[in-house]
């Protein structure tokens, strides 16, 4: 059974950075691909993004040059490191692997 915590979120201000991790159980991360979602109040879950298990990454047009997704296999744990920032980078952020879902981490941007 997957199991999926992620941490790391919290409140900051436009322009400042945070660095959520999601780590892993019951799998490694190393096996197949995890993605970085999240979900704004009222909005549907949308893709962030992924590593594959080769360690290629994609992320969205809109957090491609600021965030930047890795891994440390040694701790099976994937990280979403989030520069600059923006209000509209609101919402709850989760990771996912093999079809399951963390609990979630709250990341809110003042302006």
């Known amino acids: 059974q997957v199991q999926l915590v992620e941490s790391g979120g919290g409140l900051v201000q436009a322009g400042d950075s945070l660095r959520l991790s999601c780590k892993a159980s019951?799998?490694?991360?190393?096996?197949?691909?995890v993605t970085w979602y999240r979900q704004a109040p009222g909005k549907e879950r949308v893709f962030v993004a992924v590593?594959?298990?080769?360690?290629?990454?994609l992320s969205g047009d809109s957090v491609k040059g600021r965030f930047t997704i890795s891994r440390d296999n040694a701790t099976n744990t994937v990280y979403l490191q989030m520069h600059n920032l923006k209000p509209e980078d609101t919402a709850i952020y989760y990771c996912?692997?093999?079809?399951?879902w963390g609990q979630g981490t709250q990341v809110t941007v003042s302006s």
């Open positions: 996912n692997l093999h079809m399951s």
């Open positions: 019951g799998r490694t991360v190393s096996s197949e691909g």
């Open positions: 590593i594959g298990h080769l360690g290629t990454t």
